[in-house]
């Protein structure tokens, strides 16, 4: 839809074209054609792809043919251009029965059609007015969705090809979800199974709406020129005098289209005002109007038209721009969504950002700020109305700095409301509102940027911020509530009113776009992906276990005898550890960020783990192996008999080596999980090898008190012993060390030693599952 950039005085229409009736508002023209990207599409073979176009002119319409074949015919005669109104009968193609557009004016929506879940569709973008009219037939299904075949098509990637069915029984009409993966909503709650509909009920599903209005289905899309009311959000930690409050009474509107920048010293408040006006950490009291519709009522709901850009990088920068967020793609649409969709969706981000020319280079290669515009580019994709982005431009030098800023006012301006956080003031001119937060989390200043230094009576943004440090019994927020500025701004520009709090509906955990398995084989491939990508760690992988390996068979002098045997099981234990450990000890941690956002949009917590523990225990098994080939190879084991305790001597090593490694990398991803910087991460890889040695029992008894109990967490004893085991070690190398009961010669005792490892693995496994919730959005863990 193109906007006119003149203002017009040109009465709303309605054209009735297809049996679906749209409403022509007059700041906007309309094209009509067969292409599925007009505005009112005919799919008749004698219309043509671009046939003619309604636009306002003044206080009336014209319609202009586009050079059609087969012309375009108001009265009965051929025109190229024509002014029409209320009455008008425009016809496509054939001036006798070509398709036709009746034009007539457009009444106000009636009351029983009014949105119920909107507190004042008037002030609304979305809501003042329905995009389209559609009369429902009685006693019918109408199924809605994305496939052509649906009575009704809702042309959005967000959507299922089979999404739902709106059913007429005897006493109303009953939804239906037909397991759409980004769900179907009433009122903003998700529908599981069926749910009645009444008039007035908002329907959702995608980036539309639609109400019920007697025999009528009125649709209202979300065009992504949506407003936002702030009043009295109120966020407060700890209970009683001990409590402290972050957030303090923030009221402030902002328009459709419009980019506001949110500035303050630091321990202002901003970070928790983006988590509230987000959803991921709702205000305690208050109230945040998405276009009218309260936030945290309709959350399920409106989660997913809020694009959230972190301060770190939510990409993995192994990966080239393309891939990335084709990958990005396959997590957030539905898994009925066709490749050449995903792709063609991809292409437009890349376009729209200007990646073009860096689309098949890898991230880490990009300067700053063009990796922010990936970052930004993987938010679009599913094309969000808010967009929100917290300091995008940290770390950046001046030019970088100004490029983002310009960035986001060509977002805003293509039809996105942009919300930044931000702690650079050089390009606040390109903003059309600047809040400015005081300590306390209240508001110092709301309005235009250029007139925020004036009001605070300072020349440069320095001296402000020397101020709110300095002056912290300053009233700010009251200077400013009593100033005309609040006047003008907030209150002069709020157009929702004050809204009740409504009864905050139960937290529901966001709908997947892809089922589980889907989301498991998409991640395991981009996981794997990255990883092939990092030549330091494709180096390392390989180096590890060859080194490890000549390592142990230099020990060895060719034979497993004497000292020498446990010596060797020693290092084999050892090089495992490192191996499986150093694999997983960093992964967790450095993609935090990125787990974080993708949990808030629908990313399976077990999914995500199973992913990680699939891919990097295939690589740490394959490692193990190698070490263990490399380090027996053409070494005579001396096992009882030539034979270990079920199985060859050399294959039961390798398989104790094996799951030792894999319960390693376990171990090194719940170390991952609990650390809270990358850095410390390598440290405590060193401390865990050390135990390993310390606690395996091949240096000295561990059958002491207190010693023997944190052995059992120990994943080295339990695979040294079942080594032990099938060497039957005690026989080789006599003495009280190897006199162990774990290293015995027998089926239960070698079994109970691989089993251990086993449990400890899952054990491992659940612990990281756990902690992983610590680092979700606060709506994911209630």
């Known amino acids: 839809m193109a906007e006119r950039p003149d203002a017009s005085s040109a009465p709303e229409l309605l054209v009735e074209s297809g049996g679906v009736t749209q409403v022509l508002e007059p700041h906007h023209e309309y094209h009509v054609g067969r292409d599925p990207d007009s505005e009112v599409v005919l799919d008749d073979a004698r219309v043509s792809w671009h046939h ?80 389209s009219v559609r009369p429902l037939p009685p006693a019918r299904t109408v199924r809605i969705g994305r496939a052509p075949g649906n009575d009704l098509v809702v042309d959005d990637l967000a959507v299922s090809r089979r999404h739902a069915e709106l059913r007429s029984g005897p006493d109303g009409y009953v939804l239906a979800d037909l397991g759409s993966h980004n769900g179907t909503f009433l009122n903003g709650r998700p529908v599981e199974g069926t749910a009645p509909v009444r008039s007035g009920d908002v329907i959702g ?53 419009s980019l506001l920048a949110v500035i303050g010293p630091s321990g202002a408040g901003k970070s928790t005002l983006l988590n509230a006006l987000t959803g991921l950490r709702p205000a305690d009291g208050g109230t945040v109007l998405y276009d009218g519709r309260d936030l945290y009522r309709d959350y399920a709901e409106l989660r997913h038209r809020i694009g959230l850009v972190p301060q770190d990088d939510i990409l993995h920068t192994q990966l080239t721009v393309r891939r990335a967020l ?38 880490h290669k990009l300067s700053g700020g063009q990796r922010k515009r990936v970052s930004v580019a993987l938010e679009l994709l599913t094309k969000p ?101 609040y006047t003008r701004y907030v209150t002069g520009e709020t157009r929702q009113p004050p809204a009740p709090r409504a009864p905050r509906a139960p937290e529901e955990p966001a709908r997947r776009a892809q089922s589980w398995r889907g989301q498991l084989w998409t991640l395991m491939r981009r996981y794997a992906a990255a990883l092939s990508s990092d030549r330091t760690f494709l180096i390392i992988m390989v180096a590890l276990p060859f080194v490890m390996g000549a390592m142990a068979h230099g020990i060895s002098g060719g034979k497993m005898t004497g000292g020498g045997a446990a010596t060797v099981l020693l290092v084999l234990c050892v090089g495992a550890v490192l191996t499986g450990a150093a694999n997983a000890v960093r992964e967790l941690v450095k993609e935090r960020v990125i787990y974080q956002r993708e949990r808030a949009v629908g990313l399976s917590r077990s999914a995500y783990l199973m992913s990680k523990v699939l891919v990097l225990g295939t690589v740490t098994v394959v490692q193990a192996v ?131 490892l086993v449990v400890l693995s899952a054990l491992f496994c659940f612990l990281v599952y756990r902690l992983l919730r610590r680092h979700e959005p606060e709506t994911m863990r209630r």
């Open 52 to 131: 003619a176009v309604l636009r306002p002119a003044g206080d009336h319409w014209l319609v202009e043919d586009e050079g059609s074949t087969n012309g375009t015919y108001t009265n009965g005669r051929r025109v190229r251009r024509s002014g029409v109104g209320p009455g008008s009968v425009i016809r496509f193609g054939n001036p006798a029965d070509g398709p036709c557009a009746v034009l007539s004016d457009a009444p106000r929506p009636p009351a029983a059609g009014r949105p119920a879940a909107v507190s004042h569709p008037a002030a609304t973008r979305t809501f003042r007015r329905p995009s």
């Open 205 to 257: 599903i995608g980036h539309s709406a639609f109400v019920l209005a007697g025999d009528r289905l009125e649709e209202f899309v979300d065009t992504g020129e949506v407003s936002l009311d702030v009043q009295d959000l109120t966020v407060r930690i700890g209970k009683g005098a001990q409590g402290r409050t972050l957030l303090g009474g923030v009221s402030f509107p902002v328009g459709e289209k």
């Open 326 to 363: 084709g990958y990005a793609a396959e997590l957030r649409f539905p898994e009925d969504t066709a490749r050449a969709e995903r792709d063609a969706r991809v292409e437009e981000v890349i376009r729209e950002l200007g990646l073009v020319e860096r689309a098949g280079l890898p991230i």
């Open 385 to 485: 109305s808010l967009l929100f982005l917290d300091e995008p431009t940290s770390g950046l030098d001046p030019g970088m700095d100004r490029s983002v800023m310009h960035m986001l006012r060509g977002l805003a301006d293509g039809g996105r409301t942009v919300i930044v956080v931000t702690h650079s003031v050089l390009s606040l001119d390109v903003c059309d509102r600047l809040l400015v937060m005081a300590p306390g989390g209240t508001i110092a200043y709301y309005g235009p940027p250029e007139e925020a230094l004036e009001f605070f009576g300072f020349r440069q943004w320095p001296e402000a911020f020397e101020a709110f440090e300095n002056d912290r019994g300053r009233d700010w927020a009251g200077e400013f509530r009593a100033s005309p500025l």
């Open 626 to 756: 190698v070490l263990t080939l490399v380090a027996l190879f053409g070494v005579r084991l001396d096992a009882p008999g030539g034979s270990g305790v079920l199985l060859p001597p050399l294959l039961e090593i390798t398989l104790a080596v094996a799951l030792l490694a894999f319960t390693a990398m376990t171990l090194g991803l719940l170390v991952s999980a609990v650390v809270r910087k990358e850095e410390v991460t390598m440290p405590l890889l060193v401390l865990l090898a050390i135990l390993q040695v310390v606690f395996c029992g091949g240096l000295t008894s561990v059958r002491k008190p207190v010693m023997e109990q944190v052995a059992w967490l120990v994943p080295s004893r339990w695979a040294f012993a079942a080594m032990g085991s099938t060497l039957d070690l005690h026989r080789l190398q006599p003495g009280p060390i190897a006199a162990d009961p774990l290293f015995r010669h027998t089926p239960g005792v070698w079994l109970l030693d691989m089993g251990m």
